[in-house]
Nanobody
Framework: QVQLVESGGGLVQPGGSLRLSCAASGSFFSAYSMNWYRQPPGKQRELVAGITSAGTTNYLDSVKGRFTISRDNAEKMVYLEMNSLKPEDTAVYYC?????????WGKGTLVTVSS
């Protein structure tokens, strides 16, 4: 049974930074792609950043240069470093594990960017 638990969300002022963490359980963590999605209030969920098992990363255009995804396979962790945060980054952020026909989700962590 795979469980993904996000942490690190909160209230931050525009221009500030946050680091989200996702702790995973289960086997073969390193074999899966790991992703961060977000769902802004009243909007659909969107892919923010992803990192493959090989370490290749991809980003939503609006976060390129501000967000960095990374993973620690030994600790079964994935991170999202978020800098220069904007009010439009406000959303619930979800950790996702994908591959081999399966997709697992965490319950999400709320990020609010407001002065």
């Amino acid at each position: 049974q795979v469980q993904l638990v996000e942490s690190g969300g909160g209230l931050v002022q525009p221009g500030g930074s946050l680091r989200l963490s996702c702790a995973a359980s289960g086997s073969f963590f390193s074999a899966y792609s790991m992703n961060w999605y977000r769902q802004p209030p009243g909007k659909q969920r969107e892919l923010v950043a992803g990192i493959t098992s090989a370490g290749t990363t991809n980003y939503l255009d609006s976060v390129k240069g501000r967000f960095t995804i990374s993973r620690d396979n030994a600790e079964k962790m994935v991170y999202l470093e978020m800098n220069s945060l904007k009010p439009e980054d406000t959303a619930v952020y979800y950790c996702n594990q994908a591959g081999y026909g399966v997709s697992h989700w965490g319950k999400g962590t709320l990020v609010t960017v407001s002065s």
